[in-house]
């Protein structure tokens, strides 16, 4: 799996977009963008993935540079309840096996 | 859909003794795995399976460690003779091979070795 960076934390207002970035520079061509976040004392939690289109479903927008170098996840409308750590991590489709999760991004959502 | 069911959801021991966790996946799911976590890093991955058999296990997974998955469905985790390093969140995913790749996390099982 390619190796994805991240910011560590980041801070958002409710009702607001929140926009979370994330490196992927060593991106090959048949590996997908996945985003998954871990609300405190649960499980990871999926909540999209890409690989070169943009993408929307009812959680949130992923869109994915021409380069496929980086992508950005948009919460539209953040609630207190997206307050997570949010995962992005790189993997090939039908890998078969393990996601590699790195330190992820820790999304405080302040009223 | 009942979500990947984990017992217990603590685990209190002391270094030393065995420990045995349970994962019942999602029914239908034919691949599970488990992954550890610790205070502040992402999960790390130590073994899967598909149906019963174990494909892949981690060099994270020791000695100590040991996984089955007898029947295809719930599958346990034992370790053996627990260290305090081994104090961590155990959790248990589960999907379907070849349909949808997005995995399905249980809500964990917090163990403390003391």
């Known amino acids: 799996d390619a190796k994805t960076t991240q910011p560590t934390s980041m801070d958002c207002a409710e009702g607001r977009a929140a926009n979370l970035p994330c490196n992927h520079s060593?991106?090959?061509?048949?590996?997908?963008v996945y985003w998954y976040r871990q609300i405190h004392s649960q499980g990871p939690q999926y909540i999209i993935h890409?690989?070169?289109n943009n993408e929307t479903n009812e959680m949130a927008s992923l869109i994915i540079t021409e380069d496929r170098k980086s992508s950005t996840l948009i919460l539209p409308h953040a609630t207190l309840r997206d307050t997570a750590v949010y995962y992005c991590?790189?993997?090939?489709?039908?890998?078969?096996?393990?996601?590699?999760f790195g330190g992820g991004t820790r999304v405080l959502v302040k009223p | 859909d009942t979500g990947v069911s984990q017992n217990p959801r603590h685990k209190i021991t002391k270094r030393g003794q065995n420990v045995t966790f349970r994962c019942d996946p999602i029914?239908?799911?034919?691949?599970l795995y488990w992954y550890r976590q610790t205070l502040g890093q992402g999960p790390e991955f130590l073994t899967y399976?598909?149906?019963?058999?174990?494909?892949?296990k981690s060099r994270l997974l020791s000695d100590r460690f040991s996984a089955e998955r007898p029947k295809g469905s719930f599958s346990t985790l034992e370790i053996q003779r627990t260290e305090q390093g081994d104090s961590a969140m155990y959790l248990c995913?589960?999907?379907?091979?070849?349909?949808?790749?997005?995995?399905?996390f249980g809500s964990g099982t917090q163990l403390s070795v003391l």
């Open positions: 995913a589960s999907n379907v091979q070849g349909v949808d790749e997005k995995l399905f």
């Open positions: 029914s239908e799911h034919n691949r």
């Open positions: 890409g690989l070169k």
């Open positions: 399976f598909q149906n019963e058999a174990q494909l892949e």
């Open positions: 060593t991106i090959s061509g048949n590996e997908y």
């Open positions: 991590i790189a993997r090939a489709w039908a890998a078969g096996n393990k996601l590699t």
